[in-house]
């Protein structure tokens, strides 16, 4: 630890107000590396203990093993999908595939193995209730799943599909969003803007003069998709933008398509290995379907409730084009359906989303949304200033008991889409399951 401090590498410290400000790519390979170094001391030290197990000395002991290094990777993992850049993406691909490997290889570490099961055979294991239990058992499952219970052949080939996987699903990601961030419509004539709201005609003008361009700039981000998508009358060009969106990275160097049939390649042999049927099977075996064929079942009797209903809807929004446009008006296309959809509604209901939004500014939509959650929950959500983030836009909240004012949690909350951030709705996790957790919401 001595050749890598804190203050240099500050990912070797569990912190609750993570230090972005500080964490550079080039702090990522040595910390990685050392903190490997010290989880796989802690994994050969719970293996050769002789005590007497206990709760603290195995279930703890196994969780304390990759605390650090979880917490760090997932710290990498973040910033690569938040705030990517060459040297940090380089840097996750360049530790990913060691750390992936002393990850799958903790369940399947025979000494580990034994030393939970020997657990398991006392006393102090046979009285357990609650979560406790539950931990237990929980342990023991997911070992089986790993591999635990396979030769050194199996245990060896799970290692490999793993490290495989993990490099495999990271590069996909990279792709969506290097495919996403590639495309640009930039349009220069402002009569093909017809229907768009003034709200995104001036935030496509602001995306073309970030570039340096004239005009007005529309890309694959949200934002801009979904208003284009909506709201533009010209139907060539939301055919145009909708088919780009459709074949994000599905061909030239961003090609997903091979990475997709390997992913799946991969996951049904994991499955085979392990001595279930399929991917499915392994993934919801302890989940409430168990196997994948009545998941299925369930799709498919949704399918069934709904189709009529699907149908319906699509023929009655046929119907209103025809309206609109007269008997030979066109199918309704994909790249039609917001947009005759949002016309109709504005028919149907005289609603119009835009002539809401100066009502609900994103500020005044996040203090009504805390509001309810404190009369809910009983709890005080307010942003704190001078916590590091990745972004400055991004906000940090601190989550307080409204009763004693003591601190239950806190959360970042990153607002808007970047071309160097990943796409969709999602959150990610720093600190769980400890007083202050402290977690990512996007």
């Excluded at 495999?168 to 990601?173: E, G, H, K, M, N």
């Excluded at 392990?274 to 949704?302: C, S, Y």
């Amino acid at each position: 630890m001595n050749d890598f401090p804190t203050r240099t590498y500050p990912l070797l410290e569990i912190q609750f107000r993570i230090p972005f400000d500080r964490i550079r790519a080039e702090h990522v390979e040595p910390a990685i590396e050392e903190l490997l170094r010290d989880a796989r001391a802690k994994q050969e030290a719970l293996a050769a203990a002789i005590a007497p197990p206990t709760f603290e000395n195995t279930m703890l002991a196994l969780e304390a093993i990759t605390e650090r290094l979880e917490y760090a990777m997932g710290i990498v993992r973040h910033l690569e999908s938040v705030a990517t850049y060459p040297e940090m993406r380089a840097a996750l691909n360049a530790v990913q595939p060691a750390v992936s490997e002393f990850q799958s290889g903790i369940l399947m570490h025979e000494g580990l193995w034994k030393a939970v099961q020997r657990y398991a055979g006392t006393a102090e294991a046979q009285g357990l209730t609650g979560t406790r239990r539950r931990f237990l058992k929980k342990t023991m499952d997911d070992f089986r799943r790993q591999g635990a219970e396979l030769d050194a052949a199996g245990k060896a080939r799970m290692a490999q599909i793993d490290v495989e996987l993990s490099t495999l699903t990271t590069r996909f990601s990279e792709h969506v969003l290097d495919a996403t961030n590639a495309f640009e419509l930039v349009i220069t004539d402002e009569a093909k803007l017809r229907g768009l709201p003034a709200s995104a005609v001036a935030a496509a003008r602001q995306s073309a003069e970030s570039k340096g361009l004239a005009g007005w700039r529309f890309t694959l981000q949200s934002p801009s998709y979904i208003a284009l998508m909506t709201y533009l009358d010209d139907a060539g060009i939301r055919r145009h933008v909708y088919h780009a969106n459709s074949v994000r990275a599905a061909s030239g160097e961003l090609d997903n398509r091979e990475i997709v049939a390997r992913v799946l390649e991969l996951r049904k042999e994991k499955a085979r290995l392990l001595g279930f049927t399929d991917f499915a099977d392994l993934v919801i075996d302890d989940r409430m379907a168990h196997k994948g064929e009545r998941a299925q079942e369930f799709l498919e009797n949704l399918r069934v409730k709904t189709e009529p209903h699907f149908r319906r809807e699509n023929a009655a929004l046929q119907e209103f084009r025809r309206g609109l446009e007269g008997p030979g008006a066109a199918i309704i296309e994909p790249w039609d359906v917001s947009y005759y959809a949002e016309k109709q509604r504005a028919a149907l209901y005289d609603f119009d989303e835009e002539a809401l939004r100066p009502y609900f500014p994103l500020q005044r939509v996040v203090d009504g949304m805390f509001t309810i959650f404190g009369r809910v929950f009983g709890i005080v959500v307010e942003e704190q200033s001078g916590a590091p983030v990745w972004d400055p836009q991004v906000k940090y909240y601190g989550i307080r008991d409204e009763a004693d004012g003591s601190l239950l949690g806190a959360f970042y909350a990153d607002w808007y889409p970047r071309e160097n951030k990943r796409g969709g709705a999602w959150m990610d996790a720093f600190l769980t399951g400890l007083p202050g957790s402290s977690l990512t919401w996007d």
